[in-house]
C-alpha cells in the first residue's frame, strides 16, 4: 500500500508541542513496519529515514489551513507519488484533494483524520461552535468547511467514543450521512514517556501537580488560573506550568494574545513555576518525572489530549473537569465539578499514598493499548 499522509504543521519552530506532528511522527514508523510505503508531505520531516519526505509549505494561519490547501500543488503531489490512499489531518482539505486526485486521475481512498473538531457539544446536545475558529464570525464557515470535508472522505478517523459522537452529530445537522465510514483509532502514547508506575514513590505529603496544556484562552486556561490559586493557597500543592510556545512570531499574537497573558499571570502566582522543554523530548520526560500528578485542560471541546496521555503514561494521575473525553477516560475519582472537589483530589494524592498509587496504576493501564504498533494495526484495519 502506497500511503500519502498530508501534515500541516501549525508551529515548524515548536514541534514539541503540535500534537499532529507528534502523532505522525510516532504513527509513520509503525505503519512502515507493517510493510506500509509511506511518504509524509509536511513542512517537517518525520525522524524516521524509512519515510519518504515531500516539502510543504506550512500555512500561516489556523484560517489558511483551512480555506487554502492550494490545488496545483496537491496535484503535482499526487501525479508524482501515485498513492493509494491519502490522509488528509486537515479534513476541511478533502474536497480540495478529491477535486485534486481526479485532475490528477489518480484514484485513491480518501481518509480524514478529525485531528481538531471546530465545534464541541453541551451536556444538553446544544452544539457550540470553536471560540478559536470564530473570529469575526468565520465559526460557522469552518463548521461547514468541516462537514464538505467529512463527505468528501472514505472513512473519518477520529480519537474517541466522545469524538465520534460529536462528529456524527455534527454531520447529521449538515445533512451529511457518514454511514460505517467513521472509524475510532486513538493517538498513539509517545515511546520516549513511559514509565513503569512499580517504581514511583507516592508524594509525602506535599505534591507537584503539572500543567503542560496550551495556554490559549479557548483551553479554559482562565479557569485553570482560578483554580492553580487555589491548589497552592494550602501549601500541600505546588505546581508546575509549562511554557510551550517560547516566543511566537507577532503574526501569531495578533490573532491571539491570551497565551502570553495567561503565561505573564500564572508567571506572578505564588507557588507556581513556570517550566519550559525548549522542544527536548529528554528534558519534556524529566518534567513530568518531577510531578506527582497531572491536570486536564477546561477546553469544552476536548475529544482528546496528547498532554494527558503523555502523564498517564509516566504514571501520574490525572484530575480533570468532568466534561467531554475526560469524563470518558478520567478514572471517576479523579473528576471534579468544582474547584473545591479539586483541591479536595489533589490534597488526597498528596496525603494517600494508597490511593495515589492505586491512580498511578491505573493511568498507566489506560495507555497500554496505546503503542504506536498496536494504533497502526487499527489504523490499517480501519483505511482497508
Not at 511518504?39 to 487554502?68: C, I, L, N, Q
Request: charged share 20%; glycine share 6%; with cysteine.
Amino acid at each position: 500500500m502506497r500511503l500519502l499522509y498530508l501534515l500541516n504543521v501549525s508551529n515548524a519552530s515548536q514541534l514539541a508541542a503540535d500534537s499532529g506532528f507528534t502523532f505522525a511522527d510516532l504513527l509513520a514508523p509503525a505503519l512502515t513496519d507493517a510493510g506500509v510505503e509511506v511518504t509524509v508531505a509536511s513542512p517537517v520531516a518525520v525522524g524516521d529515514a524509512r519515510v519518504a519526505f515531500e516539502p510543504t509549505v506550512s500555512p500561516s494561519t489556523k484560517y489558511r489551513a483551512r480555506f487554502d490547501p492550494g490545488m496545483d500543488a496537491l496535484v503535482a503531489l499526487f501525479r508524482a507519488r501515485q498513492p493509494e490512499v491519502v490522509v488528509a489531518n486537515q479534513v476541511e482539505a478533502a474536497p480540495a484533494i478529491r477535486a485534486a486526485l481526479l485532475e490528477a486521475g489518480v484514484d485513491a481512498t480518501v481518509v480524514g483524520y478529525c485531528h481538531y473538531l471546530p465545534f464541541s457539544f453541551t451536556d444538553t446536545g446544544v452544539l457550540e461552535l470553536d471560540p478559536a475558529m470564530d473570529d469575526r464570525g468565520l465559526g460557522r464557515s469552518v463548521l461547514l468547511a468541516f462537514a464538505a470535508g467529512l463527505a468528501a472522505c472514505d472513512r473519518v478517523l477520529v480519537h474517541s467514543s466522545t469524538a465520534a459522537s460529536w462528529t456524527t452529530a455534527a454531520a447529521a445537522r449538515t445533512g451529511v450521512d457518514l454511514g460505517d465510514r467513521l472509524h475510532i483509532v486513538p493517538a498513539p502514547r509517545d515511546v520516549r514517556l513511559v514509565r513503569d508506575p512499580a517504581g514511583i514513590t507516592p508524594p509525602d505529603g506535599r505534591a507537584t501537580g503539572l500543567y503542560n496544556h496550551r495556554l490559549y484562552a479557548h483551553y479554559g486556561t482562565a479557569r485553570f488560573t482560578e483554580l492553580a490559586r487555589r491548589l497552592v493557597a494550602g501549601g500541600t500543592v505546588r505546581l508546575t506550568v509549562m511554557d510551550l510556545f517560547g516566543t511566537r512570531s507577532p503574526e501569531r499574537i495578533r490573532l491571539d494574545p491570551s497565551p502570553e497573558r495567561h503565561l505573564e499571570e500564572l508567571a506572578t502566582t505564588d507557588g507556581v513555576t513556570i517550566a519550559s522543554d525548549r522542544g527536548d523530548r529528554v528534558r519534556y520526560r524529566s518534567i513530568l518525572a518531577g510531578a506527582h500528578f497531572g491536570i486536564a485542560p477546561f477546553r469544552p471541546g476536548c475529544p482528546w489530549s496528547m498532554s494527558v496521555i503523555d502523564c498517564q503514561a509516566m504514571g501520574l494521575p490525572v484530575i480533570a473537569p468532568r466534561t467531554g473525553w475526560l469524563a470518558e477516560h478520567i478514572d471517576d475519582e479523579l473528576l471534579f465539578d468544582t474547584d473545591e472537589q479539586a483541591v479536595q483530589i489533589a490534597e488526597r494524592l498528596a496525603n494517600d499514598p494508597e490511593f495515589y498509587l492505586l491512580h498511578a496504576k491505573r493511568a498507566y493501564a489506560s495507555t497500554a493499548d496505546l503503542t504506536p504498533a498496536a494504533v497502526a494495526a487499527r489504523y490499517l484495519e480501519a483505511i482497508r
